[in-house]
């Protein structure tokens, strides 16, 4: 009796974490890219980059999306040139924006039995990086930094989401 009994909770935790995890995080791996490059147009196409970006993540199956907003995964490379010093500071700057709501709405919608409604926006993943460099290693830079980045954010994924559930 207690091996039936074990067997059947077996199988029915079995089959409700599939239905949980199809019907609660499913889409949650769909990031929608935004390249933002800003003082940078002669050194790289922010359209080259989102190509770049999107082929890297597809290639450890992390998918993108153009239907929807959010999770926006935003990029932003930012320079700027300064007339005392030759050569050009530039950030990387990887950023995720998702919808999110706060502990204190969270649990108010528990006593009083309401559907949530005030979501925003914020951010719920950053990792940034500043540096310099002239204009002839400029390119090379940016692109190490962006590299950089990209891998901390792929490892950053899989260590939150060990099994890829979302």
Excluded at 1 to 19: E, G
Excluded at 24 to 41: Q, S
Aim: aromatic fraction near 14%; glycine fraction near 4%; charged fraction near 20%.
């Amino acid at each position: 009796m207690i091996r039936l009994l074990s067997f059947l909770l077996f199988i029915n935790i079995f089959f409700c974490q599939d239905s949980w995890h199809d019907g609660n995080m499913n889409g949650l791996n769909l990031f929608h890219v935004n390249v933002v490059v800003d003082g940078l147009e002669g050194t790289l196409s922010s359209d080259w980059i989102k190509s770049k970006i999107i082929e890297n993540l597809e290639e450890y199956k992390i998918q993108t999306t153009e239907e929807t907003a959010y999770p926006l995964l935003r990029i932003l490379l930012a320079g700027k040139s300064m007339v005392e010093v030759p050569g050009i500071y530039y950030t990387v700057e990887f950023s995720v924006i998702h919808h999110t709501v706060s502990v204190e709405e969270y649990s108010e919608s528990f006593t009083y039995n309401e559907e949530l409604q005030k979501f925003r926006t914020s951010k719920v993943y950053e990792h940034q990086s500043i540096g310099y460099s002239n204009n002839e290693y400029l390119k090379e830079r940016v692109l190490t930094a962006l590299d950089d980045h990209l891998n901390h954010f792929i490892g950053q994924w899989f260590a939150d989401n060990p099994r890829r559930q979302f």
